[in-house]
């Protein structure tokens, strides 16, 4: 069982910066690769960031590559996901997820979606507004 819970949500302008946390308890010793979706309001969710459990892979959707950045603390047994050049079009609820993704550089080819995922935490909104 993996527990996630999200921080760090809240309101920025429009050009802002914001970095959202994830804390990871883990009950047992498998190697999840850790990933962050987000679902604006009216919205299907959609995949935002991922990165493969030893960290040396990563992998962003191309609303957000070049604005955003995904890593990960493994001592701290946190995600994070630093968001910079905040555009109205990020608001949404963001979430944290794991899953047991078992070869990372081949999944990317295709994508990763929800499917991958096996636990998620409940999210953190983020309102980009004046």
């Known amino acids: 069982q993996v527990h996630l819970v999200e921080s760090g949500g809240g309101l920025v302008q429009p050009g802002g910066s914001l970095t959202l946390s994830c804390a990871r308890e883990?009950?047992?010793?498998?190697?999840?690769?850790l990933a962050w979706f987000r679902q604006a309001p009216g919205a299907e969710r959609e995949f935002v960031a991922a990165i493969s459990w030893s960290g040396g892979r990563t992998y962003y959707a191309d609303s957000v590559k070049g604005r955003f950045t995904i890593a990960k603390d493994d001592a701290k047994k946190t995600l994070s996901l630093q968001m910079n050049s905040l555009k109205p079009e990020d608001t949404a609820v963001y979430y944290c997820a794991a899953g047991l993704i078992r070869d990372f550089a081949k999944t990317i080819r295709t994508g990763i979606s929800e499917s991958h995922m096996d636990f998620w935490g409940k999210g953190t909104l983020v309102t980009v507004s004046l």
């Open positions: 883990q009950r047992n010793s498998n190697n999840y690769a």
